[in-house]
């Protein structure tokens, strides 16, 4: 059984840039969600995608969007990039779209914004 | 709304037993999580709590009481290893799989 797994790892990128995160859901799991984890807080829930559309969706604007793909696996795109953008970018994936089910994290993508 | 209290950070000796308490306002319930983080590294999970009671986990246990919107992680025989940041997760009624999570403590495990 596969893990959740991130690419890349470490990105650095230009304000005003766009970038493109991925994400391979662990091996069973039809629902992805997105998270932003600032230094020294908690992760922040970003949305989330299901049947490769999003049904759930945390306070971020819309320059923040995303994609499923039919193998469950995601892409978090950010448009305008900011100073703030910079952070840690986490994946989960679960079992189910809702409901009482376990939720796994990927290893994450260390966005940095210059 | 919604709101997660953890305190900022522990210390313990190895060897010893340490709980960490988590406080929690949301909107419904549907579960409580806790993550075990270290420096610049994704969450890794250590439980999840539904109902009402203590789940063991080897040297972890987890305890929930929903009327007191409670938690608290118990660590048992603690190793060097277990320093690190543990972070307490609520999913909320919202319909989809959202977290909603604290800002973690941060435990320092001392020879």
């Known amino acids: 059984e596969t893990g959740v797994t991130q690419s890349p790892t470490h990105l650095i990128k230009t304000r005003g840039q766009q970038v493109t995160l991925r994400c391979s859901s662990q091996?069973?799991?039809?629902?992805v969600s997105w998270y932003q984890q600032a230094l020294g807080q908690g992760p922040q829930f970003i949305f989330q995608y299901y049947r490769e559309e999003e049904n759930g969706r945390g306070n971020f604007p819309p320059r923040f969007s995303g994609l499923q793909f039919p193998n469950y696996s995601s892409e978090l795109n950010v448009n305008a990039l900011e100073l703030d953008d910079s952070a840690l970018y986490l994946c989960?994936?679960?079992?189910?779209?809702?409901?009482?089910?376990?939720?796994?994290f990927g290893q994450g993508t260390r966005l940095t914004v210059v | 709304g919604q709101n997660i209290d953890q305190p900022t950070e522990m210390t313990a000796t190895e060897g010893a037993i340490v709980q960490i308490n988590c406080t929690y306002q949301?909107?419904?319930?549907?579960?409580l999580f806790w993550y075990q983080q270290h420096a610049g590294e994704a969450p890794t999970f250590l439980s999840y709590?539904?109902?009402?009671g203590l789940e063991e986990k080897g040297r972890f246990s987890s305890f929930l009481s929903r009327s007191k919107g409670y938690s608290y992680l118990l660590l048992k025989e603690l190793q060097m290893k277990d320093s690190a940041s543990y972070l307490c997760?609520?999913?909320?009624?919202?319909?989809?799989?959202?977290?909603?999570f604290g800002t973690g403590t941060r435990l320092l495990v001392s020879p």
């Open positions: 997760a609520v999913r909320p009624d919202t319909g989809f799989q959202k977290l909603v």
């Open positions: 709590n539904v109902l009402d």
């Open positions: 091996s069973g799991h039809n629902t």
């Open positions: 989960a994936s679960s079992a189910t779209p809702t409901g009482y089910t376990e939720a796994f």
């Open positions: 949301t909107s419904g319930f549907n579960g």
